[in-house]
């Protein structure tokens, strides 16, 4: 247990579903990011909140929500998405954005199929 | 370009030290080495960090040369439990985590 909890753990939709990922932390952190990893690929950073405001948006289709209501939850809302986004979804926290002093916290990620 | 160079996968015994080599000959003076780890079917785990000293925490050891162009993460005494895909990320003022394919570790029993 890192402190760190997502829900669902397994997702299967349809191309024409809207779904959303949960993401709650437990450890009093203020930063909050999103990642995918894909198969074969590496981690991708998606999104990063900083005291629930958006901080960085790696180029993410608009068909990727997110949403971040305070510091402890996360959300990513889904709609309209392809095959092609089939992945792990993984959600992470730390303390604040300084890399070199905190570590990142990550939960065991939302497993996504879209059909 | 990667920032760092990992072989792509290790075996090691169960009970036995094993040493993951990790290159990253452009590393400026500001970057500093972090390691993380991903058990099957989790999400990564923090192991350990460093900038120039060697580093000693519950988990691991991070070997750093004196240039910086290399570094090693040392588990003393492996366990099934360390089988896992281990990241070297290097990382350097307001730059955010980047993920490689990072190394696979094997421990054999």
């Known amino acids: 247990e890192t402190g760190v909890t997502q829900t669902p753990r397994h997702l299967v939709m349809g191309m024409t579903n809207k779904k959303s990922l949960k993401c709650e932390q437990h450890?009093?952190?203020?930063?909050m990011y999103w990642y995918k990893q894909s198969a074969k690929k590496p981690l991708e950073l998606m999104f990063v909140?900083?005291?629930?405001?958006?901080?960085e948006n790696n180029s993410v289709p608009s068909r990727f929500s997110p949403e971040c209501p305070n510091s402890s939850h996360l959300f990513l809302h889904l709609h309209t998405l392809q095959p092609e986004d089939s992945a792990l979804y993984l959600c992470?926290?730390?303390?604040?954005?300084?890399?070199?002093?905190?570590?990142?916290?990550f939960g065991p990620g939302t497993r996504l199929l879209v059909l | 370009d990667a920032k760092t160079t990992q072989p792509n996968s290790m075996e090691s015994n169960e009970e036995e030290p094993v040493h993951l080599p990790c290159n990253h000959s452009?590393?400026?003076?500001?970057?500093?080495i972090h390691w993380y780890r991903q058990l099957p079917s989790q999400g990564p785990e923090y192991v350990i960090h460093?900038?120039?000293s060697n580093v000693n925490n519950r988990m691991a050891s991070l070997a750093i040369a004196e240039d910086r162009k290399s570094s090693t993460l040392i588990l003393h005494r492996a366990t099934l439990r360390d089988a896992a895909v281990y990241y070297c990320?290097?990382?350097?003022?307001?730059?955010?985590?980047?993920f490689g394919k990072g190394t696979k570790l094997t421990v054999n029993p």
């Open positions: 992470a926290s730390s303390q604040d954005l300084r890399e070199d002093l905190w570590p990142q916290y």
């Open positions: 450890l009093g952190h203020n930063a």
């Open positions: 909140y900083n005291f629930k405001e958006q901080t």
């Open positions: 452009t590393i400026s003076g500001t970057d500093y």
């Open positions: 460093g900038l120039t």
């Open positions: 990320i290097l990382q350097g003022g307001s730059e955010k985590l980047v």
